[in-house]
């Protein structure tokens, strides 16, 4: 048997519906005890990490037909002493183990264990632990006991006051093997009695009696020399294509560790890799290099993409903006006035096509009527043009915003200094791929959407754009809005009521 299997066991019988967790049917008291709750360290979930820790260890069978002490109490304490207690070895702290002594004083009116932390020197009291004969505790009681409140119950208040409750063990353990109660610290004489406890059926799973015995023996004092054994796994970073060498051996001129079998863009090299080795990275600017020269001047009138409707939503689900962004702050009324002013209906033709293919799955193409900006270093290509339905249908003009990062500026220079002024995991800040510009797009129209078609341009989605056997790409569908662009324009000649009525 291993350890979870022994401590989730050891009840036979379900205590759940039975008459002693139904209504308290006892006279209240005029004596109250005050319950709080107390805290467990290593907590319950630490705990769990434990004994997941030590799952394959083995425990000697345990007799059902064995008495109270050989079922539980001397079993658990074996695996805590042999499994969980740290024993170090080199430690100047004295080592040290539990043992148990059982009290057979017919006063007691239980079965007691007395369970010690000892040492070579001497013996402390840990925990007292009670088996009492069944419907001697109020379980009804205390299990809906809300916390911080007051126990009112007089056969619990009789409970409390036996002589066998006055005890120096800083933890007892009460159970009639139908409920645990766990108690830290019993303060204070009539009303002003309290405990700090927690309480449950005791049943087979995270709730055994077993369990709760290890828990508590879990709880010894640090400053005594005490560490649990927590299996917490260390720190392991992810290494990308660096399993081996050392990153002083990677210098310019050598071998690339991670080159990728067929780029299209900057995302299909390996970044923790291009954070790490100067090979790499040359790599990506000879290839950026090669395909800047080859698609520039690619794109021109009358050319056609295939459209991949919705594929930005598609391949990028899980790590769109627009899952993450708070609500917009509502803007003033007269802020809303001056930016709704003058709206701009939609294209219907264009917004029915696309419609259309998503409930048809047929054929999409982008007809290009002009080439507005097509060149390198630039973080978009911008083409007009109508989308083209497999019948035959055409749309309104509207403008194609694509995202080529083989097209992207880069300064590989800066890129390059990085190793000698960053830390890996900080270098490459700049360096963006096609998908991340996409995403943060798509989510500031998403953010803008009620203001759509007034400052803002009307967006007909993000979608996948291909040309045979040269690139595919994300892009966006946008109004055309006629007149110059922001860039085009030189405010500061203007006059100042001119720029006045320009940003009101």
Request: charge should be negative; include cysteine; glycine fraction near 6%.
């Amino acid at each position: 048997m291993f350890v979870p299997e022994f401590l989730n066991s050891g009840h036979e019988i379900s205590p759940e519906g039975t008459s002693y967790t139904q209504v308290c049917q006892h006279p209240p008291s005029p004596a109250k005890c005050k319950t709080y709750n107390f805290d467990l360290h290593p907590s319950e979930s630490v705990y769990e990490q434990i004994v997941a820790g030590i799952r394959f260890k083995e425990v000697p069978q345990v007799n059902s037909g064995h008495d109270f002490v050989q079922q539980y109490i001397d079993p658990v304490i074996n695996v805590f002493n042999k499994h969980i207690r740290k024993v170090e070895e080199d430690s100047e702290k004295p080592k040290w183990k539990y043992v148990y002594k059982q009290d057979n004083s017919p006063s007691a009116g239980a079965k007691i264990v007395h369970i010690f932390k000892k040492t070579d020197a001497k013996e402390s009291l840990h925990c007292d632990v009670h088996l009492v004969p069944s419907g001697h505790i109020c379980w009804a009681r205390i299990l809906h006991q809300p916390p911080e409140s007051y126990i009112c119950c007089a056969s619990l208040m009789d409970f409390l006051r036996r002589p066998a409750m006055r005890t120096k063990a800083p933890y007892l353990l009460i159970t009639d093997l139908i409920g645990i109660w766990m108690i830290k610290d019993i303060n204070g004489e009539g009303f002003e009695r309290a405990v700090h406890s927690f309480s449950h059926l005791a049943k087979n799973g995270s709730k055994s009696l077993r369990h709760a015995l290890c828990i508590i023996l879990s709880q010894a004092p640090r400053n005594e020399g005490y560490r649990a054994w927590i299996p917490y796994p260390w720190v392991k970073l992810c290494h990308g294509a660096l399993n081996n060498p050392e990153e002083s051996e990677l210098e310019p001129g050598d071998a690339p560790l991670a080159a990728p079998a067929s780029p299209t863009g900057i995302r299909d090299f390996d970044r923790y890799t291009l954070q790490r080795s100067i090979p790499d990275l040359e790599l990506l600017e000879n290839w950026k290099e090669q395909e800047s020269m080859r698609l520039t001047g690619i794109l021109v009138s009358g050319m056609s993409l295939a459209v991949d409707v919705n594929a930005l939503e598609r391949d990028a689900t899980t790590w769109r903006c627009i899952q993450y962004l708070p609500p917009p702050t509502p803007l003033t009324s007269e802020c809303s006035a001056s930016v709704g002013r003058n709206p701009r209906p939609r294209s219907s033709s264009a917004e029915a096509i696309l419609s259309a293919q998503k409930e048809t799955n047929s054929s999409l193409s982008f007809q290009i009527t002009n080439v507005v900006r097509h060149e390198p270093d630039t973080y978009s290509q911008i083409c007009f043009g109508v989308l083209r339905a497999s019948d035959g249908t055409t749309s309104s003009e509207v403008c194609l915003k694509l995202f080529i990062d083989a097209l992207f500026p880069v300064d590989f220079d800066a890129l390059y200094e990085e190793f000698d002024t960053k830390s890996a995991a900080s270098r490459l800040g700049s360096l963006h791929c096609a998908v991340d510009l996409a995403r943060q797009e798509e989510a500031a129209y998403h953010r803008l959407y009620e203001y759509q078609g007034t400052l803002v341009p009307h967006s007909y989605g993000f979608h996948g754009f291909t040309l045979e056997g040269s690139f595919t790409a994300f892009g966006a569908l946008l109004e055309i809005i006629p007149g110059p662009s922001l860039s085009q324009l030189s405010p500061a000649t203007w006059s100042e009521p001119a720029q006045k009525a320009f940003v009101s």
